[in-house]
């Protein structure tokens, strides 16, 4: 498979591995529910980077449809690499804006790039996708990136968005009204497309209906138009029909030459129920039904136009009017483009993240849906800058309350969400000295996590002090165990004991997993206990496959 090299590639490859995992502190007044929670819908104020790491223990392999808007890195967006990589050359490159005389603004992008779109993998459901919306500018190196990262066998389609609803009449060669969204799956073999339900101008064609009242529409069974309906360029599809008078008939062109069958001899035999055959003055015809099928609709196009999904102009208006600004904000999407996005590529509960924010189109379009159809979709947004409240969290609270001027949005969604900041990282060696100790929450999430590399849940947490339960995992079905609290004094003389041990309660033959400080007990009561244990902070690596 052909790579794509550029400077610092060696240095960004395993950086999304260095990155520390980070508290998240919830914020109860810029969140709107009762309750602050990770399980909720979530807007999180940080760097994206390490916003998607601290998101793992939670989310790992979870989310069904992650959308990015990234920097197209045209070189009038501003934008900084901030990304404290150990490389001399890239530590030269943190703090300054990347712009159209950069000479490595392509590399940098790249840099920047690659390590946060590992990390969505890992968030990424086996089942899932991931949509990336960008211009011509980055479009090929970013295809390279992404068959690197997921593997080219897992690119499902290059999308035409319709940007631009009308020409740009001071372009100096042609006026650009397009964008692409880049669609990879994790794993092609698991992932499946909604479809979408058929309009009303689409269903005027189906004009039949079968024996069970199905409407549907006949199409020639030969094939029609293009380099493959020739005898000569698919032989395998020249091959005699019997028509109901017994004769065999052949595709034949209308210039009187041999043609082709769009269908091979198996599907024939397979899709028979579906072949009716039409007498004219030639003789007898196959065609084959179509069916409107309003269970499974249609598939989606590749190119979706602004009539159907939205233009950076409706999406400016639309921001606009619900943030009731005439101060547009950058270039945001359009809720159609998000809602079409969801709609084909996520169930009525899944899971939809968003790492480079904005002004919250797809929190919006999940939403809009979820009112529309009863659903319980969650969002996840991430977004760094600093009108991640002003702007990405206002407007979601605007839509959720709806907004009384609003001629569009004047009922609001319902719903909830909450707010998060990034909060100091998780370095267990400052345990041993007592700086910037983590709460119990945050250490328990994140010794789960990098234990058992399995999803954390709080709501596991027994807050029994004799027996700190902190969840199952597959390889500890007798629980696993965090002997914590964040004060030195507590750190400085805990161990675990045989008493302690004993009050976990019995085995029954089921492994578990202990952290503590220290341990008073040998290996042989650890082994008969059935019980691994881990010194906190040295060992948390050992147990993880």
């Known amino acids: 498979m052909p790579t794509l090299q550029f400077k610092g590639k060696s240095f960004v490859q395993n950086h999304h591995l260095a990155v520390k995992f980070h508290q998240l502190v919830g914020v109860k007044g810029k969140s709107l529910t009762d309750k602050v929670s990770l399980h909720d819908n979530l807007i999180v104020q940080g760097d994206n980077l390490k916003a998607l790491k601290a998101l793992l223990p939670t989310y790992a392999g979870k989310v069904k449809c992650i959308y990015i ?62 949509f990336v919306s960008i211009d011509d500018n980055e479009q090929h190196r970013l295809r390279l990136v992404l068959d690197e990262v997921f593997g080219q066998d897992n690119f499902v389609a290059n999308l035409i968005w319709e940007k631009a609803d009308s020409p740009k009449m001071d372009s100096d060669y042609f006026s650009s009204s397009h964008d692409h969204v880049i669609v990879y799956a994790k794993r092609l073999d698991n992932f499946r497309l909604h479809k979408l339900d058929l309009t009303e101008d689409e269903l005027k064609h189906y004009t039949k209906k079968d024996e069970k009242g199905r409407i549907y529409y006949l199409k020639p069974l030969r094939a029609m138009g293009g380099q493959g309906d020739s005898r000569e360029a698919r032989p395998s599809l020249y091959y005699p029909m019997i ?28 899709e028979k129920h579906r072949i009716e055959w039409v007498e004219g003055k030639a003789g007898w015809v196959p065609y084959f039904r179509i069916y409107a099928d309003t269970s499974e609709g249609r598939p989606a196009l590749t190119i979706w136009y602004h009539q159907d999904v939205g233009s950076n102009r409706t999406s400016k208006k639309e921001v606009n009017e619900i943030l009731e600004t005439d101060n547009s904000f950058g270039t945001p999407k359009p809720i159609g483009l998000l809602e079409r996005v969801v709609e084909i590529a996520c169930d009525e509960d899944s899971i939809i993240l ?40 206002e407007r979601v609270r605007r839509v959720i309350k709806g907004v009384p001027k609003s001629k569009n949005f004047q009922e609001g969604t319902g719903g909830t969400f909450s707010y998060f900041k990034l909060g100091p990282p998780i370095e267990m060696e400052h345990i041993l000295h007592g700086d910037r100790l983590p709460s119990y929450e945050e250490l328990a999430r994140y010794v789960y996590y990098t234990a058992t590399g399995e999803e954390f849940n709080a709501e596991d947490i027994s807050g029994d002090p004799k027996k700190p339960f902190i969840g199952t995992s597959k ?44 341990k008073y007990l040998d290996q042989d009561y650890l082994d008969e206990l059935r019980i691994d244990y881990s010194q906190l902070p040295f060992e948390i690596y050992k147990f993880k496959e």
Not at 248 to 270: F, L, M, N
């Open 243 to 270: 028509a109901p008078n017994k004769k065999k008939v052949y595709p034949v062109k209308q210039d009187g030459t041999d043609g082709a069958w769009r269908w091979s001899k198996e599907k024939v035999e397979r």
């Open 69 to 130: 808007d990234p920097p197209y890195n045209t070189g009038n967006e501003k934008w900084v690499y901030n990304d404290n990589v150990n490389s001399p050359m890239m530590q030269e490159w943190l703090g300054s804006v990347v712009d159209k005389d950069d000479l490595t603004r392509h590399d940098k992008w790249l840099c920047m790039m690659m390590p946060r779109l590992k990390l969505l993998k890992e968030l990424l459901a086996e089942d899932g996708a991931i």
């Open 475 to 518: 390889h500890y079905p007798g629980g696993v165990y965090l002997y914590y609290e964040p004060d030195m004094g507590y750190l400085m003389n805990r161990a675990f004991t045989l008493d302690m041990a004993r009050a976990l309660g019995k085995h029954n033959n089921k492994r578990r997993l202990v952290f503590a400080p220290m």
């Open 354 to 393: 968003d790492s480079f924010a904005g002004s919250g189109t797809t929190a919006h379009a999940v939403l809009k849906l979820n009112k529309e159809d009863g659903g319980n979709r969650r969002f996840i947004l991430v977004e760094m800058e600093d009108y991640a409240d002003s702007i990405t969290a």
